[in-house]
């Protein structure tokens, strides 16, 4: 059995050292109620830059406002490596727990600084960084944001929670990268997205079923009041502080498309998970085995570029 947390929180915006000791903190209670994996939402490192779907004039060309909402989310984002990586990993490390974090990941020296990529990594319990998944794809305007990923982080890794891979948003609806990730033969599935809406929770039921295998669908809490203070609120939200931006939504589901953890909205917490022997996952695949025997290698090739861009 392996004992998941989930972290459905409000990330601290603006102060990457706060955000790493808050984290920690996340991971130390977590350990302490003997979980194996404890698992944050997208770009929980910096927050996730929900007001580009609701803010007027985001796109409007060198709108100052913009421009120092995005150098905040620059300035404190992490790089990989640094010393606030390290410390992540020697706190899970120290707890011997598997950590998987959205992040917002900068480039600030050498060949590709001055981008900001939305992505993952996944520390295991020894404290190692065994993969970092940047989003190949910004949904649309995420692109105003961030940069485009590559595929080096199309990958599952074995830990003591299982093996594990991850994906951001939107690539769960791109047909060859769920493939791509179902060759890597996963037992949980880490679904990053800002709120785990409607068709977010078709798209995780619907991977967890192709996958067979866990899906962890983790949403986030954002109100209007995290919003920069520089960017124009729309209407709906001028008075309404507490007005929702993300409002959660995280489930768990299981290799039938079936709930573990049923959808939790509007609630900030920590969601403590157990699921059921990841060895007993192969029985399912008696019926489906979307790498096997219905991938069809006669029929269909696929090849990927696992170079990092």
Not at 96 to 104: H, L, P, R, S, T
């Amino acid at each position: 059995m392996t004992k998941v947390a989930i972290v459905q929180g409000t990330p601290t915006y603006g102060n990457l050292k706060k955000s790493i000791k808050r984290s920690i903190k996340y991971i130390k209670k977590a350990a302490k109620k003997n979980s194996d994996l404890i698992v944050f939402g997208e770009t929980w490192l910096g927050g996730y830059p929900g007001w580009i779907d609701h803010c007027p004039n985001v796109a409007k060309w060198e709108h100052p406002p913009i421009m120092e909402a995005w150098q905040t989310i620059y300035d404190h984002g992490l790089e990989v490596p640094s010393a606030e990586l390290n410390d992540l990993q020697a706190a899970a490390k120290e707890y011997q727990i598997v950590v998987v974090m959205g992040i917002n990941e900068v480039v600030k020296k050498g060949k590709g600084n001055g981008t900001i990529y939305n992505s993952i990594i996944t520390i295991n319990e020894k404290g190692e960084l065994v993969n970092l998944h940047r989003k190949l794809m910004p949904t649309f305007n995420e692109k105003l944001i961030y940069g485009m990923g590559d595929g080096q982080g199309l990958k599952a890794v074995d830990t003591s929670a299982g093996r594990i891979g991850s994906l951001v948003c939107w690539e769960h609806w791109m047909p060859l990268t769920r493939q791509a990730m179902h060759d890597e033969s996963e037992d949980i599935h880490i679904a990053l997205w800002p709120s785990v809406k409607k068709s977010s929770r078709i798209a995780s039921e619907h991977y967890a079923f192709e996958g067979r295998c866990y899906v962890i669908a983790v949403g986030q809490i954002m109100k209007a009041k995290h919003i920069p203070s520089q960017l124009t609120l729309p209407e709906n939200f001028e008075n309404e502080p507490e007005a929702y931006v993300c409002n959660g939504g995280s489930c768990v589901i299981d290799p039938e498309a079936e709930f573990i953890l049923p959808q939790q909205f509007n609630k900030k917490e920590v969601f403590y998970v157990d699921l059921p022997k990841v060895a007993n996952l192969a029985q399912f695949k008696i019926t489906l085995a979307v790498s096997g025997h219905y991938q069809r290698p006669d029929v269909f090739e696929l090849e990927v570029n696992k170079k990092r861009s």
